[in-house]
């Protein structure tokens, strides 16, 4: 990406002042109170956009102390830009009342949205923070601030082999865990169910077994009741009802019986008297039956067996007594069924609660795709900083003449340098050195997390500790590395190391 042109309409002190920049370096030269860091933070509130702070903070945040002098409800400006291939005008109004922010592209007259994230991708997704550690150096900015190490570590992590990077490990593991915490709490919640459902089967199953007990108990009771009073003459009951049926069916063979003797006894008395009168036959007939039935009704009133054994209301009471045990034996089968069906489901239920179910599965998987993320990022972490710390040991080596070969840097970004015989740590050596190396780490730093779309790299007095050779070896360095540099300055002598070396520049004077 590179800046062509900037239009401060009203931002600061400054009013419709209009900047052209080009590619090389860009010297922009003025007094103190000239303006240079108004320019500045114009510039990185174009790309990043600038909001109000709150409280007592507001009064010395960024947006009050570039708050314009005049005109304050008009608080603008406008920036043209090259990413792509393609040039694109970005439009900003700061003002409390009407902020905003508009995007068009000039080559194609396409309209894009800051909102939906297209100036974002124009910057290759570089975020606020990357930026202010790597292209933009404020005045006695030189040391990278706490967030290039999170924002590294987290670029190291997620960095697959590939350039776009936009996958947040921080976010990932985050996500993650709030998943995993959305599953423990159901988990818990379940278990909880289960174990509330385990305790009412277990008093359920308590409660049937005694009932099934008692039952029992009145089932057995009811049958030795029962047997005392049927079997007391020691006739079973089964007995008893076939003797009234053998009974009953005696009765009646002897009714026929009796009636078939009196007809044949009639016949044969006629036969043997040879008596032929009608009135005799009959006089005869009826004495004759007279007598049989006489005979008959002594035979059936005659005591049996049966009727010595069981009376008719004590078979009533038999019966009786049947029923209730037959009911007794239902009751208890009913809450044996019962009490079975609670029993199976209590041991399925055990077994469901000893057995991982899909929501400890997924707990699992949460857990080993966290593990693989985190290992994954470690080895990439190693990968990234190995192309980190060489690339800024290269710069550094180049920025010093090859005094420092090479460099270590820890997770935290603590940094030590290596000559060609000793270690020494950075805290040991000049503060010009010191200078150096973290500028060698911006720089290396940009190219790891600005590889998508190179930044103009913006300097804003940022070689007060550095002498003329540490000076003129950065501006060459620049000059061969860097497509876009604005260099910000109050004094003359890197106008004059770049003469005295024929660096080209453009000069802008404020």
Not at 142 to 167: P, V
């Amino acid at each position: 990406m590179k800046i062509e042109k900037l239009e401060i309409r009203n931002f600061g002190k400054m009013q419709n002042r209009t900047l052209e920049f080009s590619d090389g370096i860009q010297l922009i030269s003025g007094e103190n109170e000239s303006g240079k860091s108004t320019v500045h933070t114009f510039i990185r509130s174009m790309l990043f956009g600038m909001t109000r702070g709150r409280g007592r903070a507001a009064k010395n945040d960024v947006y009050s102390r570039y708050e314009p002098w005049e005109n304050p409800a008009y608080y603008a400006g406008e920036m043209v830009l090259e990413s792509g291939g393609k040039r694109f005008r970005l439009t900003r109004n700061f003002g409390r009342q009407n902020a905003n922010a508009k995007l068009v592209c000039l080559t194609d007259g396409e309209v894009l949205s800051v909102e939906d994230g297209d100036l974002s991708m124009l910057l290759g997704g570089v975020s606020e923070i990357v930026y202010d550690n790597t292209a933009s150096i404020g005045q006695l900015k030189g040391r990278t601030e706490e967030g290039l190490a999170d924002e590294l570590r987290n670029y190291m992590a997620n960095y697959q082999g590939s350039s776009d990077g936009e996958l947040d490990v921080a976010a990932a593991l985050d996500l993650l865990k709030q998943k995993r915490k959305r599953l423990e709490q159901e988990q818990k919640k379940t278990l909880a169910g289960l174990e509330k459902r385990k305790e009412e089967l277990e008093t359920k199953i308590s409660v049937f077994t005694e009932e099934c007990r008692q039952s029992e108990e009145n089932l057995q009771q009811a049958k030795e009741q029962m047997k005392r009073d049927i079997y007391q003459k020691d006739v079973p009951i089964e007995r008893v009802r076939k003797m009234k049926k053998e009974s009953r069916k005696s009765r009646k063979w002897g009714a026929a019986c009796v009636a078939l003797a009196g007809f044949l006894l009639f016949l044969c008395i006629l036969q043997f008297f040879h008596i032929d009168s009608l009135l005799t036959r009959t006089g005869l007939g009826l004495a004759i039956a007279a007598l049989l039935y006489l005979a008959y009704s002594l035979f059936r009133h005659r005591k049996t067996e049966v009727e010595q054994v069981v009376t008719e209301p004590e078979e009533q009471a038999i019966r009786r007594q049947q029923w209730n045990v037959d009911r007794l034996k239902q009751e208890l089968g009913q809450k044996q069924t019962v009490l079975s069906n609670l029993q199976s489901e209590y041991e399925e239920l055990c077994i469901s609660m000893t057995e991982k179910d899909h929501l400890q599965e997924e707990l699992d998987a949460l857990s080993m795709a966290g593990e693989t993320i985190q290992s994954l990022s470690v080895q990439m972490q190693s990968r990234i900083g190995d192309r980190l710390k060489q690339q800024m040991s290269k710069t550094l080596s180049s920025l010093t003449n090859g005094r420092y070969l090479q460099v270590n840097m820890d997770e935290n970004l603590r940094i030590g340098l290596h000559t060609a015989d000793e270690y020494v740590p950075l805290e040991q050596v000049s503060r010009g050195t010191i200078e150096q190396a973290y500028f060698a780490l911006r720089m290396a730093a940009m190219d790891v997390l600005c590889g998508e779309e190179e930044l103009p790299v913006i300097l804003d007095e940022s070689f007060a500790f550095y002498d003329e050779n540490r000076l003129k070896e950065t501006l060459k360095w620049l000059a061969e590395n860097r497509t876009q540099v604005l260099l910000f300055t109050c004094q003359k002598r890197e106008e004059e190391a770049l003469s005295e070396m024929g660096i080209p520049y453009r000069k802008i004077v404020l």
